[in-house]
């Protein structure tokens, strides 16, 4: 292992370990290091699919944004995708099934180890600099002999810890003091990062004295709260109940919705309200119905026509809405999903019949980069774009016009009328031309990307102003530079 490490752990999820990882990724990259991002296991239903097929939790993603490289697999080893009584395991970019939590740890114990060691070898000699993520809490004393994302990683080197918490919920001194009282290793703890102060930051100064005096430890910075921001969230719990009034963009939130990322760009418009069976009227105003990704697809078809949402969307394609499902929603607008092989159903049913598509379910999962272009018919003069497959279902289409042209060939659905579509590609809503077909006019003057990019630098200027960022550059060994 020839670079250095720095890991960011947290008080608890939530506390701004992902935030603080991709602003150091940025700032160390400004500076003129190869630095990469690490995360050895972690738990989102936000995920995306490398050119190479690789899937990675979209948090890394973004933080390799921040490192200014394109995402490898082994900054995220291991990802949870939870599915129902049990998790769909990635392991190096390939999904190794399903299991419980017994068999999880039991494969973790057996292979998971050997798994995160190989990725971390690859990045430290292949990088200058890792700045490596934690999860939850490296105080979860209940399970320390299975926890390979915290401490087991800076134990490694011995690399320096920072730890995080969030002073906004509350407790934030007792947060730090008994995160670090608690885990492994707290010798290797280096620096606390007081995270979301709203209101004078001197009136921290006692209990950071106090902080200091009773671990040795010091307080390196105190982050603002910092609430205009857009930036693609970790999981579920970054994507609040948006129920907009006025919004003419209805999003089904079902029970096992995933991939809450497709719809950054719709959020940051503020064009969207998300409906469940408590609000479904509110799809009778809207233009535009859109069903995202699902987890378990079957589940949540039971969902929409049980709570009437499924009439509902009938009603308003009758009355002229516009129709839209990605991935697991695209799969429900067909007639029939087949799983023969028991992947996830164990069974044939029907769609909503709203496209002439069939979809089979086989053991074999699709995850794959897709460079597209909208079809003509919609977009005549439509830019060449990226997007990413993550499904089982292999779709087959029966004479409806195509809604994308790839590489691959055609790809999506269209009906007869053109207001039903439907695509496997997740990003399509990041397209802003096909977003503006959708919704119409919008005030924006870059790409989503562009738009990404800067939300970067503002975050990291804000993170790097309000830390002693000297003293970070030390644990990375930049002591020497100016």
């Given at each position: ?57 979209r948090a890394q993603w973004l933080q390799a944004l921040g490192a200014r490289i394109y995402p490898k697999r082994e900054i995220n080893p291991i990802l949870l995708k939870p599915q129902g009584d049990g998790s769909q395991v ?393």
């Amino acid at each position: 292992m020839t670079g250095r490490l720095i890991q960011v752990v947290g008080t608890s999820s939530g506390a701004g370990k992902t935030t603080m990882v991709l602003a150091l990724c940025r700032h160390f990259n400004n500076r003129g290091l190869k630095v990469t991002p690490f995360k050895a296991v972690n738990m989102s239903l936000n995920s995306i699919s490398l050119r190479d097929g690789s899937e990675i939790s979209r948090a890394q993603w973004l933080q390799a944004l921040g490192a200014r490289i394109y995402p490898k697999r082994e900054i995220n080893p291991i990802l949870l995708k939870p599915q129902g009584d049990g998790s769909q395991v990635i392991s190096e970019g390939r999904s190794v099934g399903k299991m419980t939590i017994d068999e999880y740890y039991g494969w973790m114990k057996s292979k998971g180890r050997d798994v995160v060691l190989k990725s971390l070898n690859y990045l430290l000699e292949n990088y200058d600099l890792v700045v490596a993520e934690g999860a939850g809490s490296p105080a979860e004393i209940n399970m320390e002999d299975r926890d390979l994302a915290n401490t087991f990683i800076a134990r490694q080197g011995k690399f320096p810890v920072i730890i995080i918490g969030d002073i906004d919920r509350g407790g934030v001194f007792a947060s730090l003091y008994g995160t670090y009282s608690l885990m492994p290793d707290r010798d290797l703890v280096k620096l606390f990062i007081i995270n979301r102060m709203r209101g004078m930051f001197s009136l921290l100064n006692p209990g950071i004295e106090k902080l200091e005096r009773l671990t040795g430890v010091r307080t390196a910075g105190v982050i603002p709260y910092i609430g205009n921001i857009n930036l693609p969230g970790e999981d579920s719990l970054d994507y609040p109940s948006l129920r907009s009034s006025g919004a003419r963009v209805a999003v089904i939130r079902y029970p096992y919705m995933e991939n809450y990322s497709d719809l950054d760009l719709l959020i940051m418009s503020g064009n969207i309200t998300y409906v469940d069976k408590s609000n479904a009227e509110v799809i009778d105003e809207s233009n535009l119905i859109i069903l995202p990704g699902s987890k378990i697809v079957g589940l949540d078809l039971d969902y929409i026509i049980d709570s009437g949402i499924a009439a509902r969307i009938s009603s308003a394609l009758a009355r002229g809405a516009r129709v839209l499902g990605i991935c697991g929603g695209y799969q429900m607008l067909g007639k029939t999903i087949s799983d023969p092989n028991g992947v996830q159903m164990g069974s044939t049913r029907n769609g909503l019949g709203l496209l002439d598509i069939e979809v089979i379910y086989r053991e074999e999962k699709t995850t794959r980069e897709v460079t597209y272009r909208v079809s003509h018919d919609i977009i005549p003069e439509g830019k060449v774009r990226n997007g990413y497959e993550i499904h089982y279902g292999v779709i087959s289409r029966n004479g409806e016009k195509p809604l994308l042209l790839t590489e691959l060939g055609d790809e999506g659905s269209v009906s007869p009328g053109g207001k039903v579509m439907g695509t496997n590609v997740h990003g399509i809503l990041e397209n802003v031309e096909f977003l503006r077909y959708l919704i119409g006019p919008m005030d924006l003057k870059v790409s989503y990307e562009e738009l990404i990019d800067s939300n970067i630098e503002r975050m990291t200027n804000i993170f790097i102003d309000n830390m002693d960022i000297r003293e970070i550059e030390k644990l990375a060994g930049m002591c020497d530079l100016n």
